[in-house]
């Protein structure tokens, strides 16, 4: 049985941390709002850079000599896998999740004999992955004193990547991140971003290009497209990821607030009893003294 | 019947620029400068580091892009870049931090001669509006 002051210090220690929860729950709220907005800013961008690829891939008359990126190296040995972590904790699963799934995918790659490189971006990601793929990891990027994602960021990893590929150090790679679904569910996605993955549900016709001009001609701009588009995809799934980590924090400090409350409740009935206890334990000494006199 | 057709720019960040009624728009194509009329045929082209310009009825608009790519389809334009200024509120002392960067770039010896062009280009193009 816990003393009066014991009890006491608890209770204050538990209402200290849901005032601290409390406000990470409303700056993470505020960040998020932001945040959101960035990422559904920086949506056309993307969405322009995937459209005009797809209409030129469809228009690309030698395949045998277009962009490695575009169709690959021919092989399939070493894979990259580019982890997008946050450079905080205390967001619920984001962090774990996209571990997760990074790991899964390293596992399959294992199965399958395949060389593994690993390129974390984000400090939490380094330290989740560090224990058991020291080995692996061939770079670690944090954007800590940035305050704000921004292309320039985006782009130097993008640069990593196309010059470790034009070296041949990889054949193919795949960038993990969390999408924001909204503020309770993120989704850890998976992505193959060289070679190049058209998606199947492509809505834009084939004939459609053959209304194009080009200038120069389909493949120089193809040829010139393709190692932005590695920064534009990164770029997004910092955004993405950026968006869904305020939103995981939010309710994950959210939680965590209205835990410490029904903790405090908790702690306040029973501090209330056992001060009642001495009471009447003292009365019923005073009155049994009394009595005996 | 109006001479007019929409432009859009954006950067990754943000739409950078839109309008609903431009009547003509100058691109630094990287063949040469591109002048774009309402009812152009569909085209796509990048860009190398120069001047948009970009005209409606009554005002004029610059800006300065060091690279991109310009899609033209049905009188919408739309500009892709990663690094555009308005030149209105294009400092004299970025220009002149971008250009010695860019004379600084241009020192390094195993560049291919389309990078060497791109940012000659460039040097020529922020040295001309930091003269003006």
């Known amino acids: 049985m816990p003393s009066l002051d014991d009890l006491k210090k608890r209770i204050t220690s538990v209402k200290s941390t849901q005032k601290i929860t409390k406000a990470m729950k409303m700056v993470a709220t505020a960040k998020l709002r932001k945040a959101q907005e960035n990422a559904e800013k920086g949506r056309p961008y993307s969405e322009r850079m995937n459209n005009i690829i797809l209409n030129l891939s469809g228009g690309v008359s030698d395949k045998e000599n277009s962009s490695k990126l575009l169709v690959g190296t021919g092989k399939d040995d070493t894979h990259l896998c580019v982890v997008l972590t946050a450079d905080r904790g205390l967001c619920g699963g984001f962090n774990t999740n996209i571990i997760k799934k990074a790991k899964s995918h390293f596992e399959d790659l294992k199965k399958q004999g395949k060389n593994l490189k690993i390129i974390t971006v984000g400090m939490k990601g380094y330290d989740q992955l560090k224990r058991n793929y020291s080995n692996q990891i061939i770079e670690k990027i944090t954007f800590k004193e940035s305050k704000n994602i921004n292309y320039f960021d985006a782009d130097k990893v993008g640069k990593i990547v196309l010059e470790k590929f034009e070296k041949e150090e990889f054949d193919v790679c795949h960038i993990f991140y969390n999408q924001f679904k909204n503020v309770m569910t993120q989704i850890p996605q998976k992505q193959q971003i060289i070679p190049l993955q058209k998606e199947e549900n492509a809505d834009t016709p084939e004939k459609d290009n053959l209304n194009y001009e080009f200038e120069p001609d389909e493949d120089e701009i193809l040829n010139n497209l393709l190692p932005k588009n590695i920064s534009t995809q990164i770029f997004k799934a910092m955004l993405e990821n950026s968006a869904s980590e305020q939103g995981s924090r939010m309710t994950a400090m959210d939680n965590a607030t209205r835990n410490a409350g029904e903790l405090v409740d908790k702690l306040s009935i029973e501090y209330n009893r056992s001060r009642q206890a001495a009471i009447t334990k003292e009365l019923i000494e005073i009155i049994s003294g009394a009595e005996s006199l | ?132």
């Open chain 2, 1 to 132: 019947m109006s001479e007019e057709f929409k432009v859009e720019i954006v950067n990754p960040e943000k739409s950078f620029f839109s309008s609903e009624n431009v009547t003509e728009v100058i691109v630094p194509a990287f063949e040469g400068e591109m002048g774009i009329l309402k009812d152009h045929i569909s085209i796509i082209s990048f860009l190398k580091p120069g001047i948009i310009k970009i005209f409606s009825k009554n005002v004029e608009e610059k800006f300065y892009v060091d690279d991109g790519i310009v899609e033209f389809k049905d009188n919408n334009l739309s500009v892709l870049t990663s690094s555009i200024f308005n030149l209105k509120d294009f400092d004299k002392s970025v220009i002149d931090k971008n250009l010695s960067d860019a004379e600084k770039s241009l020192e390094n010896p195993d560049l291919d001669d389309q990078k060497k062009f791109l940012i000659e280009q460039k040097i020529e193009s922020l040295r001309s509006i930091s003269t003006s």
